[in-house]
């Protein structure tokens, strides 16, 4: 089955800095690539997502890149702001609305 | 759009009994339903995939007699904790997604059992 991995585990920067969080997978057949933001106490929640014929998507301060012949994928916050402050999550799927296999998450901090 | 309702935010009960918790769909037709758990600083563990209509299909060991899912609707699906003991304390997350869609989750529930 797919094995998806993220790094870092923590991760901290001053506000205005930027922050990339790391996932590899395992499973070429992987085609669709969503990441969570997740505060503390609730439900995560989408904050972008990639399909496998995409090699980049941004919106607004989030962006997201895919090689998929290495098999990784990233996120990219610009200018964080303290409100950034949580947990983020990537995830693969073979296509949407399939199970989704997690990475490990990392916990982001915007120091103000 | 997408959003994704849980019921209760959080629950405390006495081990031995049951708890249900209800997930809903609330602008949106679910085709697929996920329960997930989540313990303090990990990551979503899948317990079960549910299909409108259908029965439930479980990961592997997650007890099935113990964790009853239900999806009787395209936009409501139930998680029971039957005899609910300490160690099932848990945060227990939905997530709800139409056919060939993503998934949104609920804001989960937090489950104490005494």
């Known amino acids: 089955g797919e094995n998806v991995e993220q790094h870092p585990s923590t991760l901290s920067v001053q506000e205005g800095d930027s922050a990339v969080i790391k996932c590899t997978y395992s499973d070429s057949a992987s085609n669709y690539f969503p990441w969570y933001k997740q505060e503390l106490g609730k439900g995560p929640q989408l904050i972008i997502d990639i399909r496998s014929n995409v090699g980049e998507k941004k919106d607004q301060r989030i962006a997201v890149t895919l090689n998929k012949t290495a098999k990784h994928f990233s996120l990219h916050i610009t200018e964080t702001q303290p409100e950034d402050s949580a947990v983020y999550f990537c995830?693969?799927?073979?296509?949407?609305?399939?199970?989704?296999?997690f990475g490990t998450g990392t916990s982001l901090t915007v120091i103000p | 759009g997408a959003v994704v309702s849980q019921h209760p935010s959080w629950v405390i009960c006495k081990s031995g009994t049951s708890v249900k918790i209800e997930c809903r769909s609330l602008?949106?037709?679910?085709?697929?339903m996920f329960w997930y758990r989540q313990f303090p600083k990990q990551s979503l563990m899948l317990m079960a995939t549910?299909?409108?209509?259908?029965?439930?299909?479980?990961e592997q060991g997650v007890e099935k007699d113990k964790f009853l899912i239900n999806h009787a609707s395209l936009t409501l699906s139930t998680l029971t904790v039957t005899s609910a003991h300490p160690e099932d304390s848990s945060f227990y997350i939905c997530?709800?997604?139409?056919?060939?869609?993503?998934?949104?989750f609920g804001p989960g529930t937090r489950l104490l059992v005494l």
């Open positions: 602008d949106f037709q679910a085709t697929t």
């Open positions: 995830a693969a799927s073979y296509m949407t609305g399939n199970q989704f296999y």
């Open positions: 549910s299909n409108e209509g259908s029965k439930a299909t479980y």
């Open positions: 997530s709800a997604a139409q056919t060939g869609k993503t998934q949104y």
